[in-house]
């Protein structure tokens, strides 16, 4: 409990003075890791804010609050918490392998053939809760990143929240993996599940079904790259859309299948990659149709995602983004 409440001088700093710093749980949240995570170093390493007034009066300055940024690069290199304290006192920057140490935290020894590159993700300018978020997952922090992933919901919405903090770290992350050999992909997985899960809370509840209004989301046979739709699945949902998710790789047989037993508004199929973009499959499903004689209906067929880039199909929607797609399957989906 004490990890996801903090003390009372976490809570909006009411108990705090105003404009001497940052409290201990506004700390945690800008560096990604618990509170309780921040008091520990401070009690066993001297890592402690500079200024305050009375064990609850805690604050922390700019100074304070780079000496533990300078910890968390060490410590998610793989160096001990110990050194990484006397490194980050110092000033040394990750860059700077401590004695027997490549940068990444491994002994030299062992480091021949491996890449050197650090374990800091280049995010750019970004928000600061990328940062925050990102050295959770490096740390492999769950509670911190499902605290950190939700309150970034909470303060920016979804939609923003998707586009200017998850979306920017995990491309990071991505980046990290690709230039890092496979020393990431762990990293990347948990990263990946802890957002599903953070879309999947903010979106619990099922839209009840509307006749005609329910929009079947699906990737492309041979696709597994999910969270996009997630997104989509879950912000449709805050709209009261009645969605129908099928998650990665449906087989063709199975997405038609779907389409028929649901009847839905719109169909959106996601393709990462141009490989599994499938042109025919799309408008094979733009030309389904079901109900009465004379009152025939077909979905409209929304194409997601990088892979249909340059397939120009006929007769399909091909939003530009995030937000034009929900609010074509919104309009489509209308009562």
């Known amino acids: 409990m004490d990890a996801m409440a ?82 980050a006192r110092r000033g040394e920057p990750p860059t700077a392998a401590p004695p027997g140490r490549t940068p990444d935290g491994a002994p030299r020894s062992a480091a021949r053939g491996r890449s050197r590159a650090g374990s800091g993700l280049r995010l750019g300018d970004v928000r600061q809760e990328c940062r925050g978020i990102a050295r959770a997952a490096l740390r492999l922090d769950a509670a911190a990143l499902d605290d950190l992933l939700s309150t970034a919901i909470a303060e920016h919405g979804l939609m923003a929240a998707w586009t ?41 509840a099922a839209v009840a079904d509307r006749p005609g209004a329910t929009a079947v989301l699906a990737c492309v046979p041979g696709e597994n790259h999910t969270l996009p739709l997630e997104v989509l699945s879950a912000a ?17 047989e199975s997405l038609v299948a779907a389409v028929r037993r649901t009847g839905p508004a719109a169909v959106a199929l996601w393709a990462q990659s141009r490989t599994t973009a499938s042109r025919p499959l799309a408008q094979h499903v733009a030309g389904m149709e079901w109900g009465v004689r004379g009152a025939r209906r077909r979905p409209v067929v929304l194409t997601l995602g990088p892979g249909w880039s340059g397939q120009t199909v006929a007769g399909l929607v091909r939003p530009a983004g995030l937000a034009e797609a929900v609010a074509a399957l919104e309009s489509v989906a209308a009562p």
């Open 6 to 87: 903090g003390n009372d001088e976490d809570r909006n700093g009411e108990n705090a003075p105003h404009g001497v710093g940052l409290t201990t749980g506004e700390v945690a949240r800008r560096l990604g890791v618990a509170p309780t995570t921040v008091r520990t170093w401070d009690r066993r390493y001297g890592l402690g804010p500079e200024t305050h007034s009375g064990r609850r009066h805690r604050r922390w300055t700019a100074g304070d609050v780079a000496l533990l940024e300078r910890m968390c690069a060490w410590t998610a290199t793989g160096v001990p918490p110990a050194e990484a304290a006397r490194l």
């Open 236 to 252: 449709l949902t805050e709209r009261g859309v009645p969605v129908r998710m099928f998650g990665g790789a449906l087989p063709v």
């Open 164 to 204: 200017e903090v998850i979306m920017p770290t995990l491309q990071a992350v991505g980046r990290k993996w690709e230039t890092s050999g496979e020393k990431y992909v762990e990293v990347e997985h948990f990263l990946s599940w802890h957002v599903s899960g953070a879309l999947r809370r903010t979106a619990s």
